[in-house]
T-cell receptor
Framework: GDSVTQMEGPVTLSEEAFLTINCTYT??????LFWYVQYPGEGLQLLLK?????DKGSNKGFEATYRKETTSFHLEKGSVQVSDSAVYFC?????????????FGRGTSLIVHP | DAGVTQSPTHLIKTRGQQVTLRCSPK?????VSWYQQALGQGPQFIFQ???????QRGNFPDRFSGHQFPNYSSELNVNALLLGDSALYLC????????????FGPGTRLLVL
């Protein structure tokens, strides 16, 4: 079945450091790929998405490129802020028998220190 | 716009009991999906309701059931609670069934003792 694997956290960085959170996937067909962010005590928010190979999703300084050859969708940001501290989830949505059941990774906690 | 709202925020039950969780979708949304998020895990899709019918279902037993009302709000019912049902239950709404456009609520934290 479909699956998403993320790097384990927590990832601890100083403010203005470069961020990479790795995500790889296994899916049949051609899935859409997503990154969600969950701030403490809140629900998930869609951060960015890409729907086909070589697409780059971007939002709020974060970006990720859909790499079909390596089945990856790594999240990057050039300069993190304390307010970026949250849990980040990689997810995919693939068609299966006419349905689109989303699959999430386990999440990666990011802690940014001043 | 209140966004997606869920009630209650927290709940404690004992094994064998039944529980009902509620969700009001974001204004203008007609589809509600439910997810279970165990501690330290990503959300797992339970099922989706559209036009008052269950349209898609994840790998969850029949103890998990739901309902959607004409105003698009939804309930998740879990019967014969097990300790392993302890989790954060998330509701997400969207206009239409595309998961790409869904908005999540803050969740209901269920603890089964």
């Amino acid at each position: 079945g479909d699956s998403v694997t993320q790097m384990e956290g927590p990832v601890t960085l100083s403010e203005e450091a470069f961020l990479t959170i790795n995500c790889t996937y296994t899916a049949t067909g051609y899935p859409s790929l997503f990154w969600y962010v969950q701030y403490p005590g809140e629900g998930l928010q869609l951060l960015l998405k890409a729907t086909k190979a070589d697409d780059k999703g971007s939002n709020k300084g974060f970006e990720a490129t859909y790499r079909k050859e390596t089945t990856s969708f790594h999240l990057e940001k050039g300069s993190v802020q304390v307010s970026d501290s949250a849990v980040y989830f990689c997810a995919l949505s693939a068609a299966s028998g006419g349905s689109y059941i989303p699959t999430f990774g386990r999440g990666t906690s990011l802690i940014v220190h001043p | 716009d209140a966004g997606v709202t869920q009630s209650p925020t927290h709940l404690i039950k004992t094994r064998g009991q039944q529980v009902t969780l509620r969700c009001s979708p974001k204004s203008g949304h007609d589809t509600v999906s439910w997810y279970q998020q165990a501690l330290g895990q990503g959300p797992q899709f339970i099922f989706q309701y559209y036009e008052e019918e269950e349209r898609q279902r994840g790998n969850f037993p029949d103890r998990f059931s739901g309902h959607q009302f004409p105003n698009y709000s939804s309930e998740l019912n879990v019967n014969a609670l097990l300790l392993g049902d302890s989790a954060l239950y998330l509701c997400a709404s969207s206009f239409g069934r595309a998961v790409e456009t869904q908005y999540f609520g803050p969740g209901t934290r269920l603890l089964v003792l």
